[in-house]
């Protein structure tokens, strides 16, 4: 199955263009001098298709690259094919190449901001909760393939316990919050785990109440993911049969945007867990 680019690779193409520009160099000039055509050189920039060390090398030497930046560049472009943990598991169905994308970039982000409408964020999920949101949502899969895909859910909050975790930012709809995902007892569990894992440093619980009325995001739930610099930030928007990315700067700055006012308008840090608690409580 074809996978996007990965971090590591869209990151190369980022600073081969940019150490290009910094020495006035055309597409055309650069390649001849590593004897390279203009097209696979604007490939290599674009963050598409393999790349070779070597040539990688060469470029940097060309474009007066520091000793560390060049070692940087040649590591990133020999691993820029690596993918992650989940293309070694048992497969039994095929994951939506979306989520293979999703994947190796959540595997390789320094953040991320949810907002969620409708579930609570899967990296903030209990098991039991999981699968109740698979049943619902994959109604003619089998019971091994809502398995299959609760396992890499659970496997994918192993980012949470890296010694240099990702923040996790989530403003939560209180739709979400009252929403009886699996029953009572589900909601009970899940509720008390999202208020133990908003106890942690690097994750950021906020509740927006129905009180704040109309908002930034009224079309539905979305993920930044964020980089290691700004311009490797990805939107992703969940869709019924997989999902979309957004990369360019004004959609980025439009998703940032809408974060922010999220966060202005939901519950502070405290309030929100106080809300959490008295809606565990009545259920």
């Known amino acids: 199955m074809a996978v996007g680019p990965t971090t590591r690779r869209r990151q190369l193409g980022a600073d081969l263009r940019r150490l290009r520009e910094r020495t006035g160099l055309t597409l055309e000039e650069a390649g001849a001098l590593v004897g390279i055509s203009k097209a696979t050189l604007s490939r290599y920039e674009r963050k598409e298709g393999g790349v070779k060390w070597p040539a990688v090398d060469a470029l940097c030497r060309e474009y007066g690259a520091t000793d560390a930046e060049r070692a940087a560049l040649v590591a990133l472009a020999k691993g820029a094919r690596i993918q992650g943990w989940w293309r070694s598991l048992a497969d039994p169905v095929p994951v939506p190449e979306s989520m293979n994308l999703m994947l190796t970039l959540e595997d390789e982000s320094v953040s991320e901001d949810h907002y969620a409408c409708m579930y609570v964020p899967g990296l903030l999920q209990t098991r039991a909760y999981a699968e109740a949101v698979h049943r619902a949502s994959e109604m003619r899969c089998s019971e091994q393939e809502i398995e299959h895909m609760v396992d890499i859910r659970m496997k994918r909050q192993e980012l ?104 202005a308008q939901a519950l502070d840090i405290e309030k929100s867990a106080a809300l959490l608690g008295q809606v565990s409580r009545e259920l």
């Not at 619980?205 to 990805?234: K, M, N, R, T």
């Open 160 to 263: 949470l316990e890296r010694a240099q975790p990702p923040h996790l930012w989530a403003v939560i709809d209180e739709a979400v919050v009252r929403r009886a995902v699996g029953g009572r007892q589900v909601m009970r569990d899940q509720l008390s785990h999202l208020l133990d894992q908003a106890d942690r440093p690097h994750v950021t619980v906020q509740v927006l109440p129905f009180a704040a009325g109309a908002h930034a995001a009224a079309v539905g739930s979305f993920v930044i993911l964020g980089g290691p610099a700004p311009e490797l930030d990805v939107v992703y928007v969940d869709i019924i049969g997989g999902g979309l990315f957004m990369e360019k700067p004004a959609e980025l700055a439009r998703y940032k945007l809408a974060f922010e006012y999220l966060r």
